[in-house]
């Protein structure tokens, strides 16, 4: 452990001489910078008008230039040197872009062509259609010839613009994450701070080709609180890893989570928990889609009415108490004793705005629980045993479940929402993908594989040059050496794409086997030592741990309907919640509005007919039509570009889109 | 056919006139009374509003073709020859009074939509008309003369299709009093002097609120039928709770009157909420205020700034960041006196501190301030909260600092207000992420200072009604309750705490804040009725939501039963003995007599809301007014 520690501590020391030359702020001192640089910065911008009039043209270029070099150089070798590290750089998370410094010394005047080893790098990750965007070479600043003044103007804004992008771009920070699969085995990303926990998880889409559907999660767990959660989609990935001690065991896992966009499935079961067990079964598709309407669609979204004796924690005492407590939009509360449960009589408990909603394990043996169904609300920061920490325990596992669901409602509101929305059109697009590429038409396995091999030696480079420091120290707890390194040079391991389409055909049973064997032969390809199979972790975290997610596509647990024979598979698979990679058809139509009409059947008035109008176009689909939404033929083609999409926001296409608004003057 | 004579009361000729009587058959139609009234009386005016009202009956004869011996009209029938539209006042969400001439002849359904659409009120269908509760006038306020805003004027015709002008409905342009109209509704009103929310009635239970709702004029009968008269006093209020695209550019006085509305429910606790929630409330308005003080109507100007300006803008803020020796000047001048919590008892201890980007670190001394400093604390994400008393000149800032191993609890202790105000705002920002060269930072000492400032203000007695921006009494900004339970400098640092999440917000981005925040609350949107259930032998309380209808014990005071609409299959209502019945899906049937309402008012708030939600589906505009009739008017609507 020792030298490790020592290995540990000289890397940070490297990093920190880097991200000090990158002129991202380390800790303590306060790097100094060339005063020139920042004089002719601020000249340049401090006002609207004078930044755009002032700046000559040449300027403009030669600060792009000077900003591309810079990236180059930097971002090449910080990428090198970070990689496997799990643990963030201890660099302040200061605002502030690059060093002036790295500006005026390093005159480059090659073109603003984004082939920056580091972007190249961020994108490769993200999509095939980023890949497609980088070769084209964008036109050098220079060479459009401004004739008008306005065309000048525009061109101006349009450099600048870039610049800002440059800018932006310098400061980003990367981390090299480790994420756990089901099966043990691990994959390695760079996922930069902008990155959203969506998009992460598109790029393990592609790299695990499993089936994309919605119940996909990356999860946090928290070794030395025995906590975990799992992060919603559109929070951004580095900034909790960034709140992991370094010495670290939490880890990074990819699972399916019933429990992420239960919600969404099953409003009825959150927001008429008080219902009869039989009345929320038999609930009807119709009525659920107007529950989620309801409650997510209208101007203010709506938190389950939450209310219930639970055992408290808090702190740091040992013993648990009971309390009424009730969940609202603006926090938990709890009856006072000898109150009544009038709104103005509660005592707020906790607000939401700093704390995020854990799982609790193993509660009763740690703490002396009550129940082992324990929610824990703690601050992110927050990694070791505190005062600060709430345990809340519930009765049974579904009461538990109905106040985390609730208590993220409350805190992230729409943006749940949204997230599952967006997780339904993804699984739409690769359940598509899927069924297409069962069919045994080599068009289409073949075309995605091209764009990757395109990409790989992109990751190879970023990649390749000092794996070996980091990773042990962090991520996988359990067995920390031998595995991550072998796992370093992973992201090649994807473009396993031809492998599946064989394997679909024998369908679920080989699923096993598979995953461990498919990454090698893949490997060859990129001529990278392949890693050798990973020695099944045991992950005493995770409950399913046996489910490997495979390039087959991975399914839910109970479920396994293969894409190829659709109807068979779905045959199988007639429980409600685990929606096949088709995405639950209830939300493929946009939600048709409700049948609300009544029939106000009294007697003197002429009663309109009792069964409205509306609900005839979305008649709930029998089992079968409900398995061939008419998804799959429609996304075939776009699957590729709407992957794209997915990555969204990346550098490189704001690049490209930034370039063809100039290229169209 | 034999000629008879029909006496008719002309309105226009005074209330002394004797009738007018003229010769008719009973096969003349009413369109034929009227030209012969009209020449009787020999008076030239546009006669084209005016028809005939006749009194035993109750009743308009609107049907110009219709004969009297269709009408059944007969020589003793007392008619009154009248205009339709008549002067009422028209109580606002916003406590003001607007006079306006309503239309007395139409369905109020129609009538609200004329007066909505004068207005300019999207989605009149949500709201209505119901009887103000009288108010107990003292002698001492009838001296002050209430000022009513009058558009009796606007001629009705221009009304029917408005066009704006300068962002303002056409009519409002006309002149200056007209725009002050037009500033009224689409302005928030100042927060309301503390004495005057402890005037109004406070509703103190369920029966309370459910009284309310007894008051709601009947949308399928006229104005005159319901024995409204001539400048009669009336509210318009939002009725139905669920309020349909909501956009705030076309939408900004039915934003603001919403708003006021709902402010109103806050402050007279018609809507209960939590202390904190409270709070929050009290510092939106607060900031409301604020800002529509500074940045009057910018509802309707649009905020699309040039993206590339904006970035530009960012930028120049992200520049002056780097040279953070400017924002370092700033704070480091200061000496705070510092005390990790549990370390020690003794107190403060001085240091030199600095502030940079989001974190502060502290030495020895200034001359030391150039080395390493004995510890630098981010604040990133940490809780701030202030432990101020201005007349004990004590100054603390509470941090609560995320670490690892838990938060730590550091005070600083500032020397003066002005320090006080400055290391503040920069540890609120810093908890945020943001430094201190955040263009926010001077607009965060402001306001801590005016906070700061009204403690001070406040600390005398509260009687300097002087409403300026910088004095505003805390009292103003939340219920009764909290009149009783704090004091006003009690109260400034915790609105000023939750002012600090809702500081930066845009006034509209405000005004929503405070509509969602209303909407998220367990008992918004419920309408009580006390009613008394088939075979049961007490009182209980039925709540009308846009989405269910919940039965409450009023013994237990909690709710025991919810129905929700969409399981609705059909409901009736039995006119003889007011019982309301509703069947809902498997076999449940509730029955149910109303106490405190008209039955009629109970089946047109069911009946309305599950109008509201049929509404989302029709892309179109046009109301369907025909359904929402069949939807609430029972028999007598057809």
Redesign the interface.
């Known amino acids: 452990m020792d030298d490790i520690d020592a290995m540990f501590s000289d890397l940070l020391g490297e990093m920190d001489l880097l991200t000090q030359s990158l002129g991202q702020e380390t800790l303590p001192p306060e790097p100094l910078r060339s005063p020139k640089q920042e004089i002719d910065f601020s000249i340049g911008f401090t006002g609207l008008n004078a930044s755009v009039n002032e700046l000559e043209d040449n300027d403009l270029d030669a600060l792009m230039a000077d900003l591309v070099a810079d990236l180059n150089a930097t971002e090449e070798k910080l990428a090198a040197e970070i990689q496997g590290l799990d643990v963030p750089p201890p660099s302040s998370s200061s605002d502030l872009p690059p060093p002036p410094k790295g500006l005026s010394h390093q005159p480059t005047s090659s073109v603003t062509s984004p082939s920056s080893p580091g972007n190249n790098y961020s994108n490769s990750v993200t999509t095939p259609s980023s890949s497609t965007a980088s070769p084209l070479p964008p036109p050098p600043p220079q060479s459009a010839k401004p004739t008008m003044e306005e065309i000048e103007a525009q061109l101006k804004a349009d450099k600048i613009k870039l610049a800002l992008e440059k800018l932006k771009e310098a400061k980003v920070k990367k981390l090299v994450v480790k994420v756990l699969m089901n099966d043990g085995s691990s994959k390695t990303l760079m996922v930069d701070e902008r990155q959203t926990v969506r998009e992460v998880l598109d790029n393990l889409f592609e790299k695990t080709h499993c089936d994309g559907n919605v119940d996909w999660s990356l999860c946090e767990t928290n070794y030395e609180l025995q906590l975990e959660r799992t992060f919603e989609d559109h929070e951004n990935l580095v900034e909790p890893l960034l709140a992991w001690t370094r010495d670290s065991e939490n880890k990074v896992l990819f699972q399916e989570r019933k429990d992420k966009f239960e919600v969404f499935k099953n409003p009825q079961n959150f927001y008429l928990w008080k219902k009869d067990k039989k009345t929320l079964k038999d609930m009807k598709d119709k009525d659920k889609e107007l529950l989620v309407q309801e409650n997510f669609c209208g101007t203010s979204i709506i938190v389950p009415d939450l209310e219930g004796v639970l055992f408290l924690k808090e702190d740091g005492k040992k013993a648990w108490k009971q309390r009424l407590f009730q969940l609202r939009a603006s926090g938990i509360y709890y009856v006072p004793k000898g109150k009544t449960k009038s709104s103005r009589d509660l005592v707020c408990f906790i607000q939401f705005d700093n704390v995020n909603v854990y799982y609790g394990k193993d509660v009763k043996n740690r703490y002396k629980a009550p129940t082992d169904f324990c929610f824990v609300l703690k601050h992110p920061q927050i990694q070791k045993e505190s005062q600060y920490i709430k345990y809340l325990c519930c009765d049974d596992a579904w009461t538990m479940n109905l106040w985390v669901t609730g208590i993220r409602i409350a805190k992230y509101g729409a943006s749940l929402y949204e997230n599952y929305k967006t997780a339904e059109k993804k699984a739409a697009v690769s359940s598509a993908l899927w069924t297409n590429r069962s069919t045994p038409s080599s068009s289409s396995s073949s075309t995605p594989s091209p764009t990757i091999k395109a990409k790989a030696p992109a990751q190879a480079n970023g990649h390749a040059p000092k794996p070996q420091a980091g990773p042990p120290l962090q991520g996988i707890g359990n067995l920390p050496p031998p595995p991550p390194n072998d796992f370093l040079p992973p992201p090649p391991p994807d473009p396993v794409l031809p492998p599946p389409a064989p394997s679909l055909a024998s369908k679920p049973a080989p699923q096993r086997q598979q995953p461990s064997d498919l990454p090698p032969p893949p490997l060859s390809m990129d001529s990278l030592p392949p890693p050798p199979p990973p020695p099944p972790m045991e992950n005493s975290l995770e409950d399913p741990p046996d489910f490997l997610p495979p390039p087959p596509p991975p399914t839910s647990y109970s479920s396994l309907p293969p894409p190829p024979p659709p109807a068979a598979g779905f045959g199988r698979n007639p429980n409600q919640s685990l929606p096949p990679p088709p995405p639950e058809p209830e939300f493929l139509p946009p939600p048709p509005p409700d049948p609300v009409i009544l029939a106000p059947g009294a007697p003197p008035a002429p009663p309109p007919p009792p069964p409205p109008p509306a609900p005839v176009s979305i008649q709930r689909p029998a089992a079968q039509p409900r398995k061939m939404p008419p998804v799959p033929p429609k996304r075939t083609t776009p699957m590729l570009s709407g992957g794209g999409g997915g990555g969204g926001g990346d550098f490189m296409s704001e690049l490209m889109f930034a370039m063809k608004k100039r290229t169209d003057q | 056919m034999a000629a008879w004579d029909l006496s008719v009361t002309v309105e226009d000729l005074g209330s002394d006139a004797p009738p007018v009587t003229i010769s008719v058959a009973s096969d003349l139609h009413v369109g034929g009374v009227i030209v012969k009234l009209v020449e009787k009386t020999q008076i030239k005016r546009d006669w084209s509003d005016h028809a005939l009202w006749w009194e035993q009956k109750q009743q308009w004869l609107l049907r110009t073709a219709w004969t009297l011996e269709k009408y059944g009209i007969h020589a003793d029938a007392r008619l009154v020859f009248m205009p339709q539209h008549k002067p009422i006042k028209l109580g606002l969400p916003n406590g003001k009074t607007l006079q306006l001439k309503a239309c007395f002849s139409n369905p109020v359904f129609q009538t609200v939509m004329g007066i909505c659409r004068m207005l300019n009120i999207r989605h009149p269908e949500e709201l209505s008309l119901l009887r103000p509760v009288e108010e107990k006038k003292k002698k001492k306020d009838k001296d002050l003369a209430e000022e009513i805003y009058d558009l009796t004027e606007v001629p009705l015709s221009s009304v029917s299709r408005p066009c704006l002008y300068n962002g303002m409905p056409a009519h409002f342009a006309d002149s200056e009093q007209m725009e002050d109209v037009y500033k009224m509704l689409s302005i928030t009103q100042p927060p309301p002097a503390p004495e005057v929310i402890a005037k109004q009635y406070r509703p103190a239970s369920v029966v309370d609120k459910a009284h309310i709702n007894g008051r709601w004029l009947d949308s399928s009968r006229c104005l005159k039928k319901q024995g409204i008269q001539e400048n009669d006093r009336l509210w318009l209020r939002f009725k139905y709770y669920a309020?349909y695209d909501?956009d705030p550019k076309y939408d900004v006085v039915r934003l603001t009157q919403l708003y006021e509305q709902a402010r109103w429910a806050i402050l007279l606790?018609d809507v209960?909420?939590?202390?904190?929630?409270m709070m929050?409330f009290g510092a939106l308005q607060y900031h409301i205020n604020k800002v529509s003080l500074t940045e009057p109507q910018t509802l309707s100007s649009s905020a699309a700034l040039d993206d590339?300006?904006s970035?530009?803008?960012s930028?120049?803020v992200?520049?002056?960041?780097?040279?953070s020796s400017a924002s370092e000047m700033i704070l480091s001048s200061g000496i705070v006196h510092f005390r990790p919590k549990r370390l020690t008892l003794k107190g403060y201890k001085q240091y030199w501190f600095k502030f940079?980007?989001?974190?502060i670190?502290y030495f020895k001394s200034k001359e030391e301030s150039i080395g390493?400093?004995i510890q630098?604390i981010?604040l990133?994400?940490c809780?701030v909260a202030p432990d101020v008393n201005v007349t004990a000149q004590k100054f603390l800032i509470r941090l609560l600092i995320?670490?690892?191993?838990?938060?730590n609890e550091v005070y600083l202790r500032c020397e003066n207000e002005q320090q006080y105000a400055q290391w503040m705002a920069g540890c609120r920002l810093a908890s945020k992420?943001k430094?201190l060269a955040d263009s926010s930072f001077q607009s965060e000492i402001q306001s801590i200072r005016s906070f700061l400032a009204m403690q001070k203000t406040n600390s005398g007695s509260s009687n300097n009604a002087a409403a300026s921006d910088e004095s505003i009494n805390t009292h103003s900004l939340v219920s009764p309750?909290y009149h009783k339970k704090y004091k006003p400098k009690q109260l400034t640092p915790r609105i000023l705490d939750a002012y600090q999440?809702v500081a930066q917000l845009s006034l509209t981005d405000a005004l929503?804040r405070f509509?969602?925040?209303?909407?998220?609350?367990?008992?918004f949107g419920l309408s009580y009725v006390v009613v008394r259930f088939k075979g049961s032998r007490k009182d209980e309380v039925l709540g009308i939501a846009p989405?269910r209808l919940i039965r409450i014990d009023l013994g237990v005071?909690?709710v025991v039963k919810?129905w929700r609409?969409?399981?609705?299959?059909?409901?009736?209502?039995?006119?003889d003995i007011k019982q309301m019945a509703i069947e809902f899906e498997?076999n449940v049937n509730i029955a149910f007599g109303c106490v405190t309402a008209d039955c009629k008012i109970v089946?047109e708030f069911i009946?309305g809301y599950?109008f509201m939600?049929?509404r989302?589906?029709e892309k179109s505009d046009t109301l369907n007014e025909e359904l929402f009739h069949?939807?609430t008017?029972?028999?007598e609507?057809?």
């Open positions: 309020f909501m606790e209960d909420c939590t202390e904190e929630e929050l590339l300006e970035a530009l803008m930028l120049e992200k520049m002056e960041g780097e040279s940079q980007d989001t974190s670190s390493e400093p630098q981010n990133k994400g809780e995320p670490a690892p191993e838990g938060m992420g430094s309750r999440n929503m509509l969602q925040i209303w909407q998220a609350l367990p008992d989405n005071g909690d919810t609409y969409n399981n609705m299959k059909q409901w009736n209502v039995n006119w498997g089946h009946g599950i939600s049929t989302s589906r069949k939807l008017g029972g028999h609507a057809l």
